[in-house]
């Protein structure tokens, strides 16, 4: 049962290059959602999904893209990173109903 | 804007207890607590919902105060596994977006 998986693990990119963090979970939860942390801060949602096809704009949306044609997918996409942008990237997901979010291990991006 | 959490830091001996509070300028219809231990990816803990129930996870409890607009987690005889970052976040009416706390990192010493 490999969960909620994150790839890259660790990414580093250039300021105004496009990048991708990919996340995949294996239980079909209905929901899924992309966070940031800060050191300093708490997680920050950027976006979330409800289902394929159904996303919305979380508390930091801007300069991210997301998309959902599969349940079991939601890319995460930076169109022209910025160093505002150097984070560590979480997905999470959870059942429809349930309130506890089972969360990825991460993404350490850097933008340079 | 985010719920805010006291103390930022504590530090505990084992078998100490301690006391993690969580408050909102804004209704609160459920708080969700979560624990993050170093390098690693937050772990849900428990969800209270309004009506100030009082729920349990091992030796760690947490109320909720609604009136009040606020939670509190309970560390009750302190375990070295008990060392982390404890956030708590508070849901809107659907429940779909969490918004969290700064975190309250909590060191458990022999």
């Known amino acids: 049962d490999a969960g909620i998986t994150q790839s890259p693990r660790y990414k580093i990119t250039e300021t105004g290059r496009q990048v991708t963090l990919m996340c995949h979970q294996t239980?079909?939860?209905?929901?899924m959602f992309w966070y940031r942390q800060d050191l300093g801060h708490g997680l920050r949602l950027i976006y979330y999904?409800?289902?394929?096809?159904?996303?919305d704009k979380g508390e930091v949306p801007d300069g991210y893209v997301v998309s959902r044609s599969k349940t079991e997918n939601f890319p995460l996409t930076l169109e022209s990173a910025t160093r505002s942008q150097t984070s560590v990237y979480f997905c999470a997901s959870r059942l429809a109903g349930d309130a506890e979010q089972y969360f990825g291990p991460g993404t350490r991006l850097t933008v340079t | 804007q985010q719920p805010v959490q006291s103390p930022q830091a504590v530090i505990l001996r084992e078998g100490e207890d301690a006391v993690i509070n969580c408050s909102s300028s804004k209704a609160l219809y459920s708080v969700h607590w979560y624990r993050q231990k170093h390098g690693e990816a937050p772990v849900f803990l428990m969800i209270?919902?309004?009506?100030?129930e009082q729920k349990g996870h091992d030796k760690i409890s947490a109320s909720f105060n609604e009136k009040k607009q606020q939670s509190s987690l309970y560390l009750t005889a302190s375990q070295l596994s008990y060392s982390g970052t404890y956030f708590c976040?508070?849901?809107?009416?659907?429940?779909?977006?969490?918004?969290f706390g700064g975190g309250t990192r909590v060191l458990v010493k022999p």
């Open positions: 239980w079909s939860h209905s929901y």
């Open positions: 209270l919902l309004k009506g100030g």
């Open positions: 999904s409800a289902a394929a096809d159904i996303t």
């Open positions: 976040s508070q849901a809107g009416a659907a429940g779909n977006k969490l918004t």
